[in-house]
């Protein structure tokens, strides 16, 4: 199985950018669709975008669109978050999971990282 480590988090002023990365072990991530999720205090997680395992078609949920890109390294095993004009509501964990992109439900999960935006 894979095993999934994000990196890059910290505190930002609002306006600023960070690129949050996930980087695979154990088996190549090629053979995963990945997403990166958040979680606020107090609320539920959220999916925040996602990316097909050929990198095609990604998706940003709405309330990130235009500011967030996923994308992903397959040679790197990685995939990455890159964060622009970041909002103070956009502080929260941030973790990167990993599917068979045959299923739906994600199976791998990093341990998170923290974004924290100041105002």
């Known amino acids: 199985q894979v095993q999934l480590v994000e990196s890059g988090g910290g505190l930002v002023q609002a306006g600023g950018s960070l690129r949050l990365s996930c980087a695979a072990s154990?088996?190549?991530?090629?053979?995963?669709?990945v997403g990166w999720f958040r979680q606020a205090p107090g609320k539920e997680r959220e999916v925040v975008a996602r990316?097909?395992?050929?990198?095609?078609?990604?998706y940003s949920a709405d309330s990130v669109k235009g500011r967030f890109t996923i994308s992903r390294d397959n040679a790197k095993n990685t995939v990455y978050l890159q964060m622009n004009s970041l909002k103070p509501e956009d502080t929260a964990v941030y973790y990167c999971?990993?599917?068979?992109?045959?299923?739906?439900?994600?199976?791998?999960w990093g341990q998170g990282t923290q974004v924290t935006v100041s105002s």
């Open positions: 154990g088996r190549p991530i090629s053979s995963y669709a």
């Open positions: 990316i097909s395992w050929s990198g095609n078609s990604p």
């Open positions: 999971a990993a599917k068979n992109p045959a299923l739906a439900k994600y199976d791998y």
